[in-house]
């Protein structure tokens, strides 16, 4: 005879956990406590839930369960950036990358997240891209990298304190296209009595899915957007990201000013530097021209070679002659500080195929 499939608890908010517990005859302060051991805790053994009654605790490791990822392999790079290889329920894998927010390597870190098993999108310079894609992960599946990733650091540094204090959408996959799931894991991540990251902590990274961003523009959460440019033309955003196709840089900017009018937010645009790809002085014009007015930075990004494709990374004094030419036009440009290139744990590095 076939078991029925247990119920999972993991994503579930307090109203949800309360109607659980009532539906096996328990009283409401039964949910209170369990929130606390998931959320507060990252515990997924109910047997770990030391204030439940025993038989309570039988009866829900029989009907239910709490899938928080384990951690099947970790690599930790020289500036401290760790890159988790976590398993699903249905075994597929994944990747979440643990990035310190300063050099000193024990304080506080991002999290940067998967919303699909590999992607769909394609882009050439992407490791995930190019590994095909397999599926998308459901909410419980992102917040459960989130406490996975807490459960794993706080017992490697043995620390209780909340270390994870950033999350960043911008791991294997396309987040706009598993749209509510993510919105969803996003309510999770926010809860006050659980997770309990601010939503100014919260950023979604698109590849340009402009319909996804016009949706975002009518939610009201205070995240951050990040969008994957690349490129200020069309033929050769065509080339780098398949999507543009789709979504040309016209109907794109349309979305991001849509976006801009109704939050009243500031976007990212990110822009990995391609040697001899997408640095040329005509580069930095259209770049310049495009985003000038718009309320928007820009945030360079030194291209992390993958082996197997044909893209470079420019020296630094390339790096620096573009990064002046957007400065002098007066955008408002960063630098990003390469992190955990050495373990592929870099942006566009991620593939979980290589790790297994
Ligand atoms: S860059 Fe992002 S959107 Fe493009 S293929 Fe890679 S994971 Fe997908």
Redesign the pocket.
Known sequence: MISPAKTELLGMDLKELETYLQSLGEPRFRANQIHAWIYRKAVSSFYEMSDLPKELRNQLDTAAQISIPRVLKQRVSADGTRKFLFEMTDKKKIETVVIPQSRDKDTRFSLCIST?VG?????L??????SGFQRSLQAYEMVGQVLGSRREMARKLKTEDELITNVVY?????PMLNYDEMISSIHSLNDHKGINIGQRHITI???GEAQGIIRLAEEDLQVTLAI?LHAANDSLRDRL?P?NRKYPLKKLLEAVHYYTQHTNRRVTFEYILLDDVNMGAGDAQALIKLIKPLLANINLIPYNEVSGLEFKKPSAAKIRHFYHLLAEAGLNVTLREERGGDIEAA??Q?SSKRER
């Not at 992607?119 to 882009?123: I, K, Q």
């Open positions: 699909q992607c769909p999108l394609g882009c310079f992407c490791a995930t891209g190019q911008m791991g294997m996959g396309e990274s698109t590849a994957s990201i999507l942006c566009g991620l």
